[in-house]
């Protein structure tokens, strides 16, 4: 069974660019989850889809961050400008629907932010 | 939403027995206990869940003793590989849960 895949795994730009990070869940994953991991920290939530419809994204800074899920299967996040702060890997999960609480992760992007 | 604490790094020795104790002194009613290994350059990976005494699958046991307020997550003769950090979540474990990450314990195993 094929698993989360992302794209790029490396990204590193200069503050106040913009960055998209892919994501494709594993076939017939419902809900789909973006999560921030800064070095030396757990993986902090970001934003929740079920199908592609936004579930919470009580966590997302929603004046530079943005993502969507059209059609229910592959989602973008884009960062939009870019801070130093935004150094961090980006994990996108997914699972099957009623089952939160087993989340399969992708090996995310680092971003590198200059 | 139940905090938890655990140690922030353990040492341990191939063949070994590795315990990991975490404590939810506010873990409510509702909540089960959840346990995620991350490897470097990876995403973390579900290991164990269990809501009370003991679970046991393949890969590790979890022991929650009856007031909930701590577990254990028992990992059998460890080898190299299991070098990792281990996230204690405790969640809702239902449809509607959302997972918080703390900190995470790293383990070293060394030959």
């Known amino acids: 069974e094929a698993g989360v895949a992302q794209s790029p795994r490396y990204k590193i730009i200069e503050k106040r660019q913009s960055v998209a990070f892919w994501c494709n869940p594993i076939s017939g994953h419902a809900t789909l989850y973006w999560y921030q991991q800064i070095l030396g920290q757990g993986p902090k939530l970001l934003i929740q889809?079920?199908?592609?419809?936004?579930?919470?994204d009580s966590q997302l800074p929603k004046d530079r961050f943005s993502a969507e899920r059209l059609k229910g299967v592959d989602s973008t996040l884009k960062i939009q400008p870019a801070k130093l702060e935004d150094s961090a890997v980006y994990l996108c999960?997914?699972?099957?629907?009623?089952?939160?609480?087993?989340?399969?992760f992708g090996p995310g992007t680092r971003l590198t932010v200059t | 939403l139940a905090k938890t604490t655990q140690p922030i790094s353990m040492d341990s020795y191939e063949g070994q027995e590795v315990n990991i104790t975490c404590s939810h002194n506010?873990?409510?009613?509702?909540?089960?206990i959840t346990w995620y290994q991350q490897f470097p350059s990876q995403g973390p990976r579900f290991i164990i869940q269990?809501?009370?005494t003991k679970v046991t699958n393949e890969v590790a046991s979890l022991f929650i003793p009856a007031d909930r307020k701590s577990s254990t997550l028992s990992l059998p003769r460890v080898s190299l590989s299991d070098t990792a950090v281990y996230y204690c979540?405790?969640?809702?474990?239902?449809?509607?849960?959302?997972?918080?990450f703390g900190q995470g314990t790293i383990l070293t195993v060394h030959p």
């Open positions: 269990g809501y009370k």
């Open positions: 506010n873990i409510a009613t509702n909540d089960y």
């Open positions: 999960a997914s699972n099957l629907a009623g089952v939160n609480y087993e989340q399969y």
């Open positions: 979540l405790v969640d809702r474990g239902t449809s509607y849960g959302k997972l918080t």
């Open positions: 889809f079920q199908n592609n419809g936004v579930v919470d």
